[in-house]
């Protein structure tokens, strides 16, 4: 379910996890091997990290594609809250991402809502020197 800016998880005073790369297809790649060592380190089961992995795909993939030009700083963040783990991609761009239905026919945009249905919640924030942080609170079994 996608939430308000205000329910946005807090992440901790220590225990971020972070990694920085610029705008470029390979970023996504990049994002996607970053957060499945993070899980895999962890000790969370296999289905937990293939989820982690295609909901940051999604993310870098949005970030890259809509909200960066070549070159722009993409940022990955994971961190444990007590309603389970994070993960957040911020960009450059001020503009919001659009959720599109889920449609059978459809050839983009529906990786929102794909994001939608494997996370406990999402949303997305501006943020106060610019850009927007897209997070999403995954379902946790570690």
């Known amino acids: 379910m996608i939430t308000r800016s205000e329910l ?17 297809p390979e970023s996504i790649k990049a994002a996607r091997d970053f957060v499945a060592d993070w899980f895999a380190n962890g000790s969370f089961d296999r289905d937990l990290v293939y989820v982690a992995r ?4 999604e993310l870098a993939t949005n970030a890259h594609r809509h909200g960066s ?4 700083t993409i940022t990955t963040r994971i961190f444990h809250t007590d309603a389970g783990p994070v993960i957040e991609v911020l960009d450059a761009s001020a503009k919001l991402p659009t959720p599109k239905p889920l ?4 050839l983009t945009g529906r ?10 919640l999402w949303g997305y ?12 609170l995954l379902r946790a079994h570690a």
């Open 103 to 106: 449609t059978l026919d459809g």
């Open 125 to 136: 924030a501006p943020l106060p020197d610019g850009g927007k942080v897209v997070w999403a």
């Open 54 to 57: 295609t909901v940051v795909t």
């Open 69 to 72: 030009t070549k070159g722009d």
């Open 111 to 120: 990786g929102l809502a794909m994001v939608d249905l494997m996370v406990s």
């Open 8 to 24: 946005r998880p807090t992440p901790p005073p220590t225990g971020v996890a972070e990694l920085e790369v610029k705008s470029a």
